[in-house]
T-cell receptor, first 115, second 116 residues
Framework: QKEVEQDPGPLSVPEGAIVSLNCTYS??????FMWYRQYSRKGPELLMY????GNKEDGRFTAQVDKSSKYISLFIRDSQPSDSATYLC???????????????FGTGTQLKVEL | DSGVTQTPKHLITATGQRVTLRCSPR?????VYWYQQSLDQGLQFLIQ???????AKGNILERFSAQQFPDLHSELNLSSLELGDSALYFC???????????????FGPGTRLTVL
């Protein structure tokens, strides 16, 4: 069983829809939770990160973490065609001063927002 | 543009061959991470270097090795290549100095390796 599970999609929605992307994980040591966006043939770029449980909002994006259920979500409001990309959840354990920490990724969900 | 550069962008080679992938981290970043992205496995951590020293290892095959040089650029060496090594290889860098709350990793554009 993988440490992080993510539905690969593809997910197709009409422009303006609310999109919900989710990941589950098994390692309770994870404390930092991230969402990366990856356009075709590009490197992943960080969208949002949250520490421990709770919600975080940034413009049209909201990240939720429920550590008790080992479940994280990303919501995209008023989705746009430019949001079409692969969304990867990622997690890491506590920050290690002087070294950083490896990321454990989900397999990614491919999203297409259609006009 | 993340500030992380990787060369080459594409690499096509034959089974049994050896290749070297190069990464230049963002200016000032001391940590370099290598990841492999394949269709079936997703993005997987291979190895991390911090200021020239190996810091962590993931699912890196023995045929693969890496190093980080004094100027902080890093190279990933893949040898005795097999068809299954065909993938995207990403380098990421971070500044783990403690200035940021979270050591965000900035990813390069990747090198696409095709083994024929």
């Amino acid at each position: 069983q993988k440490e992080v599970e993510q539905d690969p999609g593809p997910l197709s929605v009409p422009e303006g829809a609310i999109v919900s992307l989710n990941c589950t994980y098994s390692n309770s040591a994870f404390q930092y939770f991230m969402w990366y966006r990856q356009y075709s043939r590009k490197g992943p770029e960080l969208l949002m990160y949250t520490y421990s449980s709770g919600n975080k909002e940034d413009g049209r994006f909201t990240a939720q973490v429920d550590k008790s259920s080992k479940y994280i979500s990303l919501f995209i409001r008023d989705s746009q065609p430019s949001d079409s990309a692969t969304y990867l959840c990622a997690m890491t354990q506590r920050r290690v001063t002087g070294g950083g920490n490896k990321l454990t990724f989900g397999t990614g969900t491919q999203l297409k927002v259609e006009l | 543009d993340s500030g992380v550069t990787q060369t080459p962008k594409h690499l096509i080679t034959a089974t049994g061959q050896r290749v070297t992938l190069r990464c230049s981290p963002r200016s000032g970043d001391l940590s370099v991470y290598w990841y492999q992205q394949s269709l079936d496995q997703g993005l997987q951590f291979l190895i991390q270097y911090y200021n020239g020293e190996e810091r962590a290892k993931g699912n890196i095959l023995e045929r693969f090795s890496a190093q980080q040089f004094p100027d902080l650029h890093s190279e990933l060496n893949l040898s005795s290549l097999e068809l299954g090594d065909s993938a995207l290889y990403f380098c990421a860098s971070s500044d783990p100095s403690g200035r940021n709350t979270y050591n965000e990793q900035f990813f390069g554009p990747g090198t696409r390796l095709t083994v024929l």
